[in-house]
Protein backbone atom coordinates (compact mmCIF):
# COMPACT_ATOMS: atom_id res chain seq x y z
CA UNK A 1 0.00 0.00 0.00
CA UNK A 2 3.00 2.13 0.79
CA UNK A 3 4.35 1.58 -2.62
CA UNK A 4 1.13 2.40 -4.42
CA UNK A 5 1.06 5.47 -2.71
CA UNK A 6 4.61 6.77 -3.15
CA UNK A 7 3.99 5.82 -6.72
CA UNK A 8 0.57 8.21 -6.99
CA UNK A 9 2.64 10.84 -5.43
CA UNK A 10 5.11 10.61 -7.95
CA UNK A 11 2.84 10.00 -11.03
CA UNK A 12 0.60 12.95 -10.16
CA UNK A 13 3.03 15.99 -8.36
CA UNK A 14 0.25 15.70 -5.28
CA UNK A 15 1.27 14.46 -1.45
CA UNK A 16 -0.49 12.24 0.66
CA UNK A 17 -1.09 13.97 4.04
CA UNK A 18 -0.36 11.04 5.96
CA UNK A 19 -1.45 13.47 9.60
CA UNK A 20 -4.89 13.94 8.23
CA UNK A 21 -5.24 10.69 6.67
CA UNK A 22 -6.91 7.69 8.63
CA UNK A 23 -7.64 4.11 8.45
CA UNK A 24 -10.96 2.04 8.99
CA UNK A 25 -10.16 -2.00 9.28
CA UNK A 26 -12.60 -4.77 9.42
CA UNK A 27 -13.18 -6.77 12.34
CA UNK A 28 -11.57 -9.83 9.78
CA UNK A 29 -8.43 -7.83 10.51
CA UNK A 30 -6.29 -9.79 13.05
CA UNK A 31 -4.81 -7.04 15.70
CA UNK A 32 -1.41 -7.48 14.85
CA UNK A 33 -1.83 -6.78 10.85
CA UNK A 34 -3.82 -3.67 11.34
CA UNK A 35 -1.04 -2.38 13.92
CA UNK A 36 1.66 -3.35 10.98
CA UNK A 37 -0.19 -1.51 8.45
CA UNK A 38 -0.58 1.43 10.95
CA UNK A 39 3.30 1.86 11.90
CA UNK A 40 3.92 1.43 7.72
CA UNK A 41 2.25 3.75 6.98
CA UNK A 42 2.15 6.31 9.68
CA UNK A 43 -1.43 6.72 10.19
CA UNK A 44 -4.09 6.73 12.70
CA UNK A 45 -7.09 4.29 13.10
CA UNK A 46 -10.62 5.40 13.27
CA UNK A 47 -11.87 3.93 16.20
CA UNK A 48 -15.26 5.61 16.52
CA UNK A 49 -17.27 6.82 13.11
CA UNK A 50 -16.52 10.56 12.54
CA UNK A 51 -18.64 13.24 9.94
CA UNK A 52 -16.33 14.36 7.20
CA UNK A 53 -17.43 17.82 5.33
CA UNK A 54 -20.65 17.34 7.37
CA UNK A 55 -21.64 13.59 6.39
CA UNK A 56 -21.07 10.25 7.94
CA UNK A 57 -17.45 8.48 7.31
CA UNK A 58 -19.24 5.15 7.55
CA UNK A 59 -23.29 4.39 6.97
CA UNK A 60 -23.42 0.65 8.52
CA UNK A 61 -26.55 -1.37 7.74
CA UNK A 62 -29.32 0.98 9.51
CA UNK A 63 -29.27 4.04 6.35
CA UNK A 64 -31.99 5.68 8.84
CA UNK A 65 -29.41 6.03 11.66
CA UNK A 66 -26.95 7.08 9.07
CA UNK A 67 -28.78 10.01 7.79
CA UNK A 68 -30.84 11.15 10.72
CA UNK A 69 -28.64 13.90 11.90
CA UNK A 70 -29.75 14.81 7.85
CA UNK A 71 -33.28 15.37 8.98
CA UNK A 72 -32.43 16.85 12.10
CA UNK A 73 -30.85 19.52 11.00
CA UNK A 74 -34.06 19.99 8.62
CA UNK A 75 -36.04 20.15 11.35
CA UNK A 76 -34.41 22.22 13.24
CA UNK A 77 -34.02 24.74 10.50
CA UNK A 78 -37.93 24.65 10.11
CA UNK A 79 -38.68 25.32 13.17
CA UNK A 80 -36.62 28.30 13.74
CA UNK A 81 -38.28 29.79 10.46
CA UNK A 82 -41.69 29.47 12.30
CA UNK A 83 -40.97 31.77 14.77
CA UNK A 84 -39.58 35.06 12.27
CA UNK A 85 -42.58 38.03 11.73
CA UNK A 86 -42.75 36.83 7.93
CA UNK A 87 -45.93 36.05 5.81
CA UNK A 88 -47.26 32.30 5.76
CA UNK A 89 -46.81 32.68 1.52
CA UNK A 90 -42.88 33.30 3.03
CA UNK A 91 -42.47 30.86 5.36
CA UNK A 92 -43.60 28.00 3.24
CA UNK A 93 -40.78 29.36 0.33
CA UNK A 94 -38.24 29.57 2.66
CA UNK A 95 -38.74 26.13 4.33
CA UNK A 96 -39.17 24.44 1.16
CA UNK A 97 -35.80 26.05 0.33
CA UNK A 98 -34.18 24.91 3.05
CA UNK A 99 -36.16 21.22 3.10
CA UNK A 100 -34.56 21.26 -0.47
CA UNK A 101 -31.44 22.30 -0.02
CA UNK A 102 -30.00 20.60 3.05
CA UNK A 103 -30.37 17.02 1.56
CA UNK A 104 -28.34 18.16 -2.05
CA UNK A 105 -24.54 17.41 -1.34
CA UNK A 106 -25.53 14.40 0.86
CA UNK A 107 -27.60 13.49 -2.79
CA UNK A 108 -24.50 13.81 -3.95
CA UNK A 109 -22.48 11.82 -2.42
CA UNK A 110 -24.77 9.01 -1.35
CA UNK A 111 -27.60 7.09 -2.37
CA UNK A 112 -30.71 8.17 0.37
CA UNK A 113 -33.45 5.68 0.92
CA UNK A 114 -36.52 6.06 0.11
CA UNK A 115 -37.96 7.03 3.32
CA UNK A 116 -35.84 9.98 3.80
CA UNK A 117 -37.70 11.25 1.41
CA UNK A 118 -41.43 10.36 2.77
CA UNK A 119 -40.51 11.99 5.54
CA UNK A 120 -39.66 15.16 4.86
CA UNK A 121 -43.13 16.69 3.73
CA UNK A 122 -44.67 15.51 6.79
CA UNK A 123 -41.88 17.66 8.80
CA UNK A 124 -42.98 20.89 6.22
CA UNK A 125 -46.62 20.55 6.93
Same mark, same amino acid.
Given at each position: ???? /? @??? $??? !?????????????? *? =?????????????? /? @??? $??? !?????????????? *? =????????????????????????????????VKAVAQ?????????????????????????
Amino acid at each position: MKLI /L @DQY $ERA !SGQQVNFGKSSVVF *S =KAIPQSRSDEILIT /L @DMQ $EVL !SHEKYLGLPTHIGR *S =KKKGFAPIKDRIAKRIKDWLGKNLSWAGREVLVKAVAQLIPTYAMSVFRLPRNFFQDIPSMIN
